[in-house]
Nanobody, 116 residues
Framework: QVQLVESGGGLVQAGGSLRLSCAASGRIFSINGMGWYRQAQGKQREWVAAITSGGSTNRADSVKGRFTISRDNAKNTVYLQMNSLKPEDTAVYYC??????????WGQGTQVIVFS
């Protein structure tokens, strides 16, 4: 089993920054890739960014140039640095991880609200 706990969400003015953290525990050795998803009110959950065990990263077009995903292996933690935030970034952000068998784990979510 893998447990994921997100933190770092909050209220921020448009143009500001937040850094989300996702701490993983449990069967850490089984984790393949990790990533971030978000779900705005009344919208479907969408993929935001991902990072593989090898360190390769990818981001959704909507956040390229503004969001950066990174990891600290010593802390078993993945981060999402969000800069130049826009009101349309408002959503609940979820951390996700998949193991080498393809099973997906989800965190509880952390709220991000961007106001203008």
């Amino acid at each position: 089993q893998v447990q994921l706990v997100e933190s770092g969400g909050g209220l921020v003015q448009a143009g500001g920054s937040l850094r989300l953290s996702c701490a993983a525990s449990g069967r850490i050795f089984s984790i393949n890739g990790m990533g971030w998803y978000r779900q705005a009110q009344g919208k479907q959950r969408e993929w935001v960014a991902a990072i593989t065990s090898g360190g390769s990263t990818n981001r959704a077009d909507s956040v390229k140039g503004r969001f950066t995903i990174s990891r600290d292996n010593a802390k078993n933690t993945v981060y999402l640095q969000m800069n130049s935030l826009k009101p349309e970034d408002t959503a609940v952000y979820y951390c996700a991880a998949d193991d080498y068998s393809g099973k997906v784990y989800w965190g509880q979510g952390t709220q991000v609200i961007v106001f203008s």
